[in-house]
C-alpha cells in the first residue's frame, strides 16, 4: 500500500515553529545582562570612547606618587605666627594650608613662654641647650631658635619649594611630618640638611627614609658628618 503523501497543514506548523524561534532569538540579543547581575532591554556595555571620567580627588590632582610620599611640586610658604626654624604653614598647589614639619631635625624654641595652665616651655628649651653646640645656656639656645626661624622663614619665601608628605600625624595635632625640597645655588638640597650645616638645629625627633630612596639611618650618619663640618666652622651653635 503507498504512504499518502503529507498534509499542507503540519508544513504550516513548522513555519510557525521557525518564526517563533527566530524572533526569540533576536529579543535575545537584545537583552543584555548589566553589570549588577540585572538584565535590561536594549543596555550594552559602552564603548572606551563613552565612559565617564571618574571624579578626580583635589589630592590626586595636585600631587604625585613618589614611593611611599606624595608630592607636591611649587609649594609657597604661608605666614603665619607660629612659623619657626623646623615647623610651619605651606600653602599646596590647590590653595589649601597645611602645617608642616621637618623629619630628623629639632630647632630652638624662639622665646621663653608661659601658658595659660601656668606650665612654661623653659625646660625644653633647657635641654635643646644641652644639646645643641658643645652645650649652651637656654638664652644663647633662644637666639638659636630665632636665627634658625629666620634662616628656615627667609629660604622658604625666597622662591617656590617642593614637599614630600605621607599625612602622619603624632600628635594628631593636624601638624604633618615632611621632606622639604629647595634649589639653592642651582642645586636640590634638603632643608633640614641646611639647618644642621648651619649650627642651626639638633638631631631629633622622627627618623624617616627619603623620598629618594636613602634609608633613614644612613641620612642619620650623613647628618652626623654635616654636624662635624659645622663643628669644625664654629657655624650657629657651635660658634658660641
Same mark, same amino acid.
Given at each position: 500500500?503507498?504512504?499518502?503523501?503529507?498534509?499542507?497543514?503540519? %508544513?504550516?506548523?513548522?513555519?510557525?515553529?521557525?518564526?517563533?524561534?527566530?524572533?526569540? @532569538?533576536?529579543?535575545?540579543?537584545?537583552?543584555?545582562?548589566?553589570?549588577?547581575?540585572?538584565?535590561?532591554?536594549?543596555?550594552?556595555?559602552?564603548?572606551?570612547? =563613552?565612559?565617564?571620567?571618574?571624579?578626580?580627588?583635589?589630592?590626586?590632582? /595636585?600631587?604625585?606618587?613618589? /614611593?611611599?610620599?606624595?608630592?607636591? =611640586?611649587?609649594? /609657597?610658604?604661608?605666614?603665619?605666627?607660629?612659623?619657626?626654624?623646623?615647623?610651619?604653614?605651606?600653602?599646596?598647589? *590647590?590653595?589649601? /594650608?597645611?602645617?608642616?614639619? !621637618?623629619?630628623?631635625?629639632?630647632?630652638?624654641?624662639?622665646?621663653?613662654?608661659?601658658?595659660?595652665?601656668?606650665?612654661?616651655?623653659?625646660?625644653?628649651?633647657?635641654?635643646?641647650?644641652?644639646?645643641?653646640?658643645?652645650?649652651?645656656?637656654?638664652?644663647?639656645?633662644?637666639? #638659636?631658635?630665632?636665627?634658625?626661624?629666620?634662616?628656615?622663614?627667609?629660604?622658604? &619665601?625666597?622662591?617656590?619649594?617642593?614637599?614630600?608628605?605621607?599625612? *602622619?600625624?603624632?600628635?594628631?595635632?593636624?601638624?604633618?611630618?615632611?621632606?622639604?625640597?629647595?634649589?639653592?645655588?642651582?642645586?636640590?638640597? %634638603? @632643608?633640614?640638611? !641646611?639647618? #644642621?650645616?648651619?649650627?642651626?638645629?639638633? #638631631?631629633?625627633?622622627?627618623? &624617616?627614609?627619603?623620598?629618594?630612596?636613602?634609608?633613614?639611618?644612613?641620612?642619620?650618619?650623613?647628618?652626623?658628618?654635616? =654636624?662635624?663640618?659645622?663643628?669644625?666652622?664654629?657655624?650657629?651653635? %657651635?660658634? !658660641?
Amino acid at each position: 500500500m503507498s504512504r499518502r503523501p503529507a498534509p499542507r497543514k503540519s %508544513w504550516f506548523s513548522l513555519l510557525l515553529v521557525a518564526a517563533a524561534v527566530a524572533i526569540w @532569538l533576536y529579543n535575545g540579543s537584545q537583552l543584555v545582562t548589566k553589570p549588577g547581575g540585572k538584565s535590561v532591554p536594549g543596555w550594552k556595555p559602552a564603548s572606551p570612547g =563613552e565612559l565617564p571620567v571618574p571624579e578626580v580627588s583635589r589630592k590626586s590632582q /595636585t600631587s604625585k606618587k613618589s /614611593t611611599r610620599y606624595e608630592m607636591f =611640586e611649587n609649594c /609657597t610658604l604661608a605666614e603665619a605666627r607660629n612659623n619657626d626654624g623646623d615647623s610651619f604653614f605651606v600653602r599646596l598647589p *590647590d590653595g589649601r /594650608t597645611e602645617e608642616f614639619r !621637618l623629619y630628623f631635625v629639632d630647632t630652638p624654641e624662639t622665646d621663653f613662654k608661659t601658658y595659660p595652665d601656668g606650665k612654661t616651655n623653659h625646660e625644653r628649651i633647657r635641654q635643646q641647650a644641652a644639646e645643641m653646640g658643645d652645650g649652651i645656656t637656654p638664652e644663647q639656645a633662644v637666639e #638659636i631658635g630665632k636665627k634658625g626661624r629666620k634662616f628656615t622663614l627667609d629660604l622658604l &619665601a625666597s622662591r617656590p619649594f617642593t614637599l614630600y608628605t605621607e599625612w *602622619d600625624s603624632p600628635f594628631r595635632d593636624n601638624r604633618y611630618h615632611a621632606h622639604i625640597r629647595i634649589q639653592q645655588n642651582g642645586k636640590p638640597r %634638603w @632643608l633640614h640638611q !641646611l639647618l #644642621i650645616e648651619k649650627g642651626l638645629a639638633r #638631631i631629633k625627633t622622627k627618623p &624617616a627614609d627619603l623620598p629618594n630612596g636613602i634609608p633613614a639611618h644612613q641620612e642619620e650618619d650623613h647628618l652626623r658628618q654635616l =654636624e662635624r663640618a659645622a663643628k669644625r666652622a664654629d657655624a650657629g651653635a %657651635w660658634g !658660641l
